[in-house]
């Protein structure tokens, strides 16, 4: 009897010992111990009857029935399931092993994956304050902003996954941000990027992650935006009375200096006179760039007839190349030397402008100083855009390409909706005009180009309403200009400028609808921005003499369409001095939209887009067709979160 009962106690030990193995593999997803469970409960059930019985036993049991008893119990631990107690204990100690090491590295992953995650979390802060940096300089940062929200949408999955426990789903997640904000055993953001070595031991160039690309470009944005200080913004008024006896035209100019922060801009008063022949020989070049400009344009649209099919003789060449000879493409030979390109001659204008009309106190700070401009002036014949002045590295280069400027205009009544742009989550809506009266194929084929270009471009994030020929009525743009809900409207057409009363100057539409200034100015809604590449769309009538011929600061507002546009509370206004149907317009305005969307100024914009076909092609001279009225400093997206 106490045999069996150190036999049972130990057999009962043993059970236990199996028991805390089995335990924790019953919780396992790894290994399946139905089975082992089974056995341990069927053990477990004779080790309790053998017990009982034993435990029965008394000093007053007859000894036969004790005898009995005792082999019954000694029965019970005997059999196959007894059998098998040290084979399942070896197995179960083995699977237990391994079942720890797997959730040991389980755990280790997870570790692993809270790292990463503490990791991505930290790179997405340092990537929101340095672009809060720049907000408060309001850079444009739309597409880096884009892309921060798109990966703190992912970091947001990651931790979901995590919290969730869905290992698969976490890996992929942050595979994904490693690729954007690099992997987590690199150096922070901002820091040197170690190097690697390739199977031949060559060390491998440093790879940047997208983050570290997106920081080098806020830097780069940073730091322009405070080299050229568009924020910054000085204002030229040239008021030009009427000439004297002796044909000379006198300017009161004034410049009021940007102010800075918790200080005040400088007045500067000077004037400038212009003799009658200066004056002349200006707008006659005026006129001759604009003329040039056009016809050169139209002789390079010219489109060869198709050919028949079948063999051809050698063709003619196109007759266009013989008049484009005209046009000093190639500049003929004067004096030993060739004549001055197009280019040249608009680059002496702007020099002779610039010397003559500002004094030398403004060309000083001009020079010296960096900011944006805006050009108030009753004299609206001579394009001041095209000024140019010369460096402190002694280059001359164009006042419109060197930096932001734009036109304000004159008048007794203030542009209407005074508050800013606030476009930051919500598609950008474009209205595009083409050709309303049908008889215009280049400026469909530039909505065209254009249209596609912006898809291309911006996809999703712009929504684009077009009307073509027909369906540009007035009806239609009554109610569009009513309703408030465009944000750029682009036409291409005709328009048409009354020399006596602007207010009565207008865009073409179909059946030949004249859409007055007038009304344009009273039933635009919203702040759009304007895009209007149409004749005369940016000239402006000049003032009357005043009738005492005394000097008034206070003559009649000189609005064209352009500043209907902006009276009528318009963000902005782009007129064209003379037409640009053709490819360039649309490269133009293709550039142009695709950094206001960026999130610039319309004024750094305006230099960028005419800086791009400047560069590429400087004649024809596009580029110095378009004038900006309206503040340059403006956004039409919003940078600060306001």
Not at 54 to 75: C, G, M, R, W
Not at 96 to 106: D, P, Y
Not at 134 to 155: G, K, T
Not at 307 to 326: C, E, I, N, S, T
């Amino acid at each position: 009897m106490a045999r069996l009962a150190v036999d049972l106690e130990r057999r009962r030990q043993a059970c236990a010992h199996l028991r805390e193995i089995l335990t924790p593999l019953l919780t396992s997803d790894e290994v399946v111990v139905t089975g082992e469970a089974d056995w341990l409960g069927r053990l477990d059930a004779v080790l309790e009857q053998a017990f009982a019985r034993l435990h029965a036993l008394s000093s007053d049991t007859a000894p036969a029935v004790a005898e009995d008893s005792l082999d019954e119990i000694q029965k019970l631990l005997e059999g196959s399931d007894w059998d098998l107690m040290d084979r399942n204990r070896s197995r179960l100690e083995r699977m237990k092993a391994a079942v720890e090491a797997s959730q040991q590295a389980r755990a280790d992953r997870w570790r692993q994956f809270e790292q990463q995650l503490a990791v991505f979390d930290q790179r997405i802060t340092e990537l929101d304050q340095r672009l809060e940096q720049a907000r408060e300089i309001e850079a444009p940062i739309w597409q880096e902003e884009e892309r921060l929200r798109r990966w703190r949408d992912q970091y947001t999955n990651a931790r979901r996954a995590f919290t969730e426990q869905r290992e698969s789903d976490i890996e992929g997640e942050l595979a994904t941000l490693a690729q954007a904000l690099g992997p987590t055993e690199s150096v922070p953001l901002g820091g040197e990027t170690s190097t690697g070595q390739n199977a031949v031991g060559a060390v491998a160039p440093p790879r940047q992650s997208e983050a570290e690309k997106v920081l080098n470009v806020l830097g780069q944005k940073m730091q322009e935006e405070e080299t050229l200080q568009n924020s910054r913004r000085a204002e030229l008024l040239l008021l030009r009375y009427p000439p004297d006896a002796r044909g000379r035209h006198q300017y009161e100019v004034l410049l009021r200096t940007p102010s800075d922060r918790g200080g005040q801009g400088v007045n500067i008063q000077d004037s400038s006179t212009l003799v009658e022949q200066d004056r002349l020989t200006f707008l006659r070049l005026i006129n001759r760039i604009a003329s040039k400009d056009s016809q050169v344009r139209g002789l390079l649209e010219e489109q060869p007839p198709a050919a028949p099919p079948g063999p051809q003789p050698p063709a003619a060449p196109p007759p266009a190349l013989a008049a484009l000879r005209d046009f000093d493409l190639e500049p003929p030979m004067v004096g030993g030397r060739p004549a001055p390109s197009l280019a040249e001659q608009v680059l002496d204008l702007g020099d002779e402008m610039y010397r003559l009309a500002i004094p030398e106190a403004m060309q000083t700070y001009f020079r010296d100083n960096r900011c944006s401009i805006t050009i108030t002036t009753n004299d609206l014949e001579l394009p001041w855009e095209l000024m140019a002045y010369r460096l402190k590295d002694g280059k001359t280069t164009f006042l419109c390409l060197d930096r932001a400027i734009a036109r304000m205009p004159m008048g007794r009544a203030f542009p209407r909706n005074f508050t800013r742009p606030t476009i930051t989550d919500r598609k950008v809506r474009f209205l595009l005009i083409a050709d309303p009266t049908a008889d215009l194929p280049n400026a469909l084929r530039e909505v065209d180009t254009l249209e596609k270009n912006l898809r291309d471009l911006w996809g999703d994030r712009i929504e684009i309403t077009t009307l073509k020929k027909g369906d540009a009525t007035g009806e239609a743009l009554n109610r569009l200009l009513r309703g408030g809900t465009v944000d750029v409207i682009h036409y291409a057409g005709h328009a048409f400028f009354d020399d006596k009363d602007s207010d009565l100057s207008g865009l073409v539409l179909h059946d030949r609808e004249l859409f007055l200034a007038q009304k344009i100015r009273r039933l635009l809604e919203g702040r759009p921005l304007v895009f209007l590449n149409a004749c005369e769309s940016g000239l402006a009538k000049n003032e009357a003499p005043p009738p005492d011929g005394t000097k008034s600061y206070l003559q009649r507002p000189a609005e064209g369409l352009a500043s209907a546009f902006i009276y009528g509370g318009a963000i902005g206004c782009i007129g064209s001095l003379w037409p640009v149907y053709d490819r360039y317009a649309a490269q133009f305005a293709t550039t142009f939209y695709d950094l206001v969307l960026q999130g610039y100024r319309l004024g750094e914009a305006m230099r960028r887009a005419r800086r791009d076909i400047w560069a590429s092609n400087p004649e024809p001279v596009t580029w110095a067709a378009y004038v900006l009225y309206g503040d340059p400093t403006l956004q039409l997206i919003a940078t600060r979160r306001r």
